[in-house]
């Protein structure tokens, strides 16, 4: 066991093995107490706690369950660097009798599962504890049930009713949370988390809108979160904007919305403005680089590994602009953005 600090954590943490790789990140951690703030909450595979402390932030008690003792241990420590003591902790199998009985005042049962270091596509009862497992062993407990599942599962492989909660921070999908019987507020979510802020985006709240597909990019574009493309909420944030936005599909994975005005959504990754378009030639993106005022290029379109450095060097050949331009192929021009 030792004590670190880590990006993820405010305080330095006490860790063993892997505990604080797999451990949630404070700032997620804490929204996601925010959801579950109840009276008493039992986290069944709390590993070193970094979501466990939260929970006792924002709940009258909590119950922090772990089959591992080390970690269990790392937990007990870290409930006192962060000053909490409204935390019950039981070493054993979540899904044993033994502990279900010790936690059967639990309002919410949450479970962030282990997951197997290899596995072709993830499933919810190859998890540990599984899912399925959980809500069987539990019934008798609540139908208050929240569970962390890998954001990558194919969405086919979540066979339960529950809401789907896609969770991204700093622009990367972060989390999935799924969420079950008095839990579930509609079937699919987005969570952005900026700074200390988060913005959510829900199904059923709104009717998507159409985005008709665009030729190419209008004055500005932007790039929607991670966290709202999982969800598949794309309309319901094309409704809540206000403006028409037009579809640009960069390629199978990557889309862009693009309008005449301008938007500040926080639900957006990126926003860009439009400042060229050009051929697909290295010396016409050289010439519109300079003229202007670009510094440096970011090539966001496919080029041949072999070929990547002397293109590079081609295109940003005697640049000394202040401006850095993101360079998109669509419908086989490139168009250069300034991202703001
Ligand atoms: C992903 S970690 C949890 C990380 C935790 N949320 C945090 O923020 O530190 C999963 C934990 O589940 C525990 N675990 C696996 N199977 C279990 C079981 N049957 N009962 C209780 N805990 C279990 C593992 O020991 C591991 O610590």
């Known amino acids: 066991m030792e004590r670190i600090r880590s990006p993820k954590f405010s305080k ?21 107490a925010g959801r579950l703030r109840c009276g008493v909450l039992a ?48 070493e054993g199998d979540a899904l ?30 190859s998890l540990r504890p599984g899912i399925p497992m959980v809500l069987e062993a539990y019934r008798d407990v609540t139908d208050s049930f929240a569970f962390e599942a890998p954001p990558q599962m194919p969405p086919e492989r979540i066979d339960f009713d529950c809401e789907r909660e896609y969770l991204s921070l700093d622009g990367q999908l972060n989390r999935l949370t799924l969420y079950f019987g008095p839990l579930k507020r509609c079937e699919r979510s987005a969570v952005v988390l900026k700074g200390d802020m988060y913005y959510r985006l829900k199904s059923g709240e709104a009717a998507p809108a ?37 579809l640009v599909k960069i390629d199978a994975r990557r889309n862009l919305l693009t309008s ?17 378009r050009v051929n697909i030639d290295c010396k016409l993106i050289n ?39 993101h360079l998109f192929e669509i419908s086989g021009n490139i168009y250069l953005f300034e991202r703001y």
Not at 99 to 122: C, G, H, L, N
């Open 12 to 32: 330095p943490v006490y860790t063993c093995g892997e505990g604080l790789r797999f451990a949630t990140p404070e700032i997620v951690a804490s929204y996601r």
């Open 43 to 90: 986290d069944i595979s709390c590993g070193i706690g970094g979501q466990t402390i939260c929970f006792a932030e924002e709940c009258g008690r909590v119950y922090g369950v772990d089959i591992d003792g080390e970690r269990l241990e790392c937990a007990r420590r870290n409930a006192r660097v962060y000053g909490v003591d409204n935390i019950t902790f039981i």
């Open 96 to 125: 044993s009798p033994q502990v279900v009985e010790q936690v059967v005042d639990a309002d919410i049962i949450f479970s962030d599962p282990a997951r197997p270091a290899t596995e072709d596509v993830r499933q919810t009862d």
């Open 210 to 246: 159409g985005i008709p597909e665009a030729d190419e990019p209008l004055p500005y574009a932007f790039e929607p979160d991670p966290a709202v493309m999982k969800a598949e909420l794309l309309g319901e944030l094309a409704a809540g904007l206000n403006i028409p936005m037009g």
């Open 260 to 276: 005449e005005s301008n938007s500040d959504s926080p639900l957006f990754k990126n926003r860009y403005r439009l400042l060229d």
């Open 287 to 325: 010439r519109s680089l300079k003229k202007n005022g670009v510094g440096k290029a970011v090539i966001r379109f496919h080029v041949d590994p072999e070929r990547y450095w002397d293109v590079r060097n081609r295109i940003e050949e005697g640049l000394t602009g202040n401006l850095t331009a």
